[in-house]
């Protein structure tokens, strides 16, 4: 009988994320990426955002296509609701990220992944931005993210995974620290 | 009457090696360079073990057990082979290892450049200088506080310590105190603040989490018995991450106690996530605190799990106890993200978030982009320099006393054999000397 590795495959490209890696560590200016995105305002509270171009490895680079993205807000903030709400699209980004993480750190240990489904909530008390109560933030006053993973893999491995997930993650980075944000008019 | 060192060693000229600093490591050297016959000098800035004189804390003590130290030649002899040494049992033990290898030291001499210089270096010195073939940088991992740019914006009215400058809590204000790192330096003095009446918040980031004892024997036991003390620089995945890996939470005490999260929180202290920035009096801190108690339990799970196969794979004999499992780090209710230090009257900042080694005196080309010393396991980029006691330099007990001696006894090797290949070999001056 022929015993083979048996080689996970979560359609992850890892050999190429790790030479990226190396030859990033050697020329640290190509690592330095610039994400962009255009916003129209369409009627009301309705806007629609794309993305294309971005700037990484020393050049303009862009998407294959251009990506739509309609935002607005539920009918019960009397709205026409074309679009998921902006802090919505954060939830998106937190989990769209994680997920991406979990696949890609799940390839470089060898776990073959069936299933990973993430389930978000985040609270929000509107007394911040109705200006009710100016001791209430406008943003989240917390996140929870709940993953259910089937894999092949320890329950152990999997929490390692989703740990890993987190430390690696931008979007994470981005929720959890401050950034400057700086908003111009021209 | 004795002859004083001074006069047995001419204050400056010409000699193989040069070692710099008189701590455990460069002593450990100068016992290896001295086996082989190689001339050489230690010079150290004030006295044998400097910064176990004059740098450490009073409550400090060792993180390993006496019977682990141990020097080429030399080990603990004392009564209490399971206690842990302070700063100035330390201080005794490194002194009576110098007396005992007779070590050529140069006490109360300051370095104060190293250049290249034909096939060697000068190394000069507030006491004049030295020419050598081959240059050895003892002066230890822990020069310079590795203090987060957020320390610039603190307001004036709080007071910012490291573990360099701080002794005990009979200096501080009676206000609170914000302690920034939880490695091992943290938790003692979170714990040692906590324990003097003021209130203590913990900044905490990734840390390593460690039990005192496992199974009835110190945890070091078992890292040395599992071989993971003894993991080499070239095995390991990623050594540039193991490198940066903080010291695990551990402390030394009579009773043995674990020193962990859970055992602050029970005693008041207030964990907050990593101190991320210091905004118009406010500290701000990053919303990952879970995920790091998180990364921290699973990786002290997985290192029970491995010691547990070993100590299974030995028998599982008597002398252990049986396996435990420790209840997981807990994260209390929503932990905050900004403190008003003005307001909640923090006047202390202790900044125990680790150390660089100061090389700034090395005016040789061996710094990488972010100014870090270029060295393979030791091996410095430029013939004829090494480098000792940094964090994982050769394995991943380089750092600790009981590590110096497998890595001095290979780095000793590899200089001995660079003098031969060079020529003008030490051995006939030597022998004819």
């Known amino acids: 009988m022929n015993i083979t590795a048996i080689k996970a495959d979560n359609g992850v490209n890892v050999e190429a994320l790790l030479s990226a890696r190396q030859a990033l560590t050697e020329a640290p200016e190509g690592a330095r990426f610039k994400w962009r995105a255009t916003c129209e305002w369409v009627s009301g509270t309705h806007s629609r955002s794309v993305v294309h171009g971005f700037f990484g490895l020393g050049a303009e680079q862009s998407h294959k296509t251009a990506f739509r993205y309609d935002a607005d807000h539920p009918e019960l903030f009397a709205a026409d609701d074309n679009g998921a709400t902006p802090v919505e699209y954060v939830l998106v980004a937190l989990a769209s990220c994680l997920t991406a993480g979990i696949a890609t750190v799940a390839q470089n240990r060898n776990i073959q992944l069936r299933s990973v489904k993430a389930t978000l909530e985040a609270g929000m008390d509107l007394q911040g931005i109705l200006g009710i109560d100016s001791e209430v933030r406008n943003g989240f006053d917390g996140i929870k993210v709940i993953f259910e993973i089937d894999a092949d893999a320890t329950d152990q491995e999997i929490a390692a995974l989703v740990a890993q997930s987190q430390r690696r993650s931008a979007v994470f980075d981005i929720l959890t620290n401050p950034t400057n944000v700086a908003v111009e008019v021209r | ?433």
């Open chain 2, 1 to 433: 009457m004795i002859r004083s060192p001074l006069r047995r060693y001419p204050p400056a000229g010409a000699v193989d090696v040069v070692v710099i600093g008189a701590g455990h490591a460069g002593l450990a050297m100068s016992r290896c360079l001295a086996e082989r016959s190689i001339d050489h000098v230690v010079l150290e800035r004030g006295e044998t073990a400097n910064s176990w004189r004059h740098e450490r804390w009073d409550s400090l003590r060792l993180l390993t057990p006496n019977w682990q130290s141990r020097l080429p030649g030399y080990a603990y002899r004392g009564a209490d082979p399971d206690g842990y040494m302070s700063a100035s049992d330390v201080v005794d033990f490194i002194d009576g290892y110098s007396r005992f290898i007779g070590a050529p030291v140069r006490t109360h001499t300051t370095v104060t450049s190293v250049v290249a210089e034909g096939c060697g270096y000068r190394v000069a010195t507030d006491r004049g200088e030295w020419r050598c073939r081959a240059v050895v940088l003892a002066s230890g991992a822990h020069g310079l506080p590795a203090v987060p740019a957020a320390a610039e914006a603190l307001p004036k009215s709080v007071t910012a310590l490291t573990p360099k400058t701080y002794r005990n809590p009979s200096q501080l204000d009676d206000g609170g105190v914000l302690v920034v790192g939880a490695s091992a330096s943290g938790l003692q003095l979170a714990d040692e603040v906590q324990r003097s009446g003021r209130r203590v918040i913990l900044a905490v980031g990734e840390h390593i989490r460690l039990p005192r004892v496992y199974r009835g024997l110190d945890i070091q036991w078992w890292l040395d018995a599992v071989g993971i003390l003894d993991e080499r620089y070239d095995e390991v995945d990623d050594i540039v991450r193991a490198r940066r890996v903080p010291s695990p939470q551990l402390a030394g005490t009579p009773e043995r106690a674990t020193l962990d999260l859970n055992a602050l929180t029970e005693r008041g202290v207030e964990l907050v996530g990593r101190l991320v920035g210091v905004t118009d009096g406010k500290a701000q801190f990053s919303g990952s605190l879970r995920n790091h108690c998180a990364m921290a339990d699973l990786k002290l799970a997985r290192l029970l799990e491995r010691i547990d196969q070993w100590a299974a794979d030995h028998g599982d004999g008597p002398a252990f106890a049986p396996p435990e499992r420790f209840a997981e780090t807990r994260v209390e209710g929503s932990p905050r993200l900004n403190i008003d230090l003005a307001r909640e009257r923090i006047s202390t900042v202790i900044f125990a978030t680790g150390f660089r080694p100061d090389f700034s005196w090395l005016h040789v080309p061996v710094f990488d982009h972010k100014g870090r010393l270029r060295h393979d396991g030791g091996v410095v980029a430029a013939p004829g320099l090494y480098v000792l006691g940094l964090n994982f330099m050769r394995r991943r007990k380089s750092s600790f006393i009981h590590g110096a001696e497998d890595d001095v006894r290979e780095l000793s090797a590899h200089l001995d054999a660079g003098l031969r290949v060079a020529g003008g070999g030490h051995v006939p001056r030597r022998a004819v000397g």
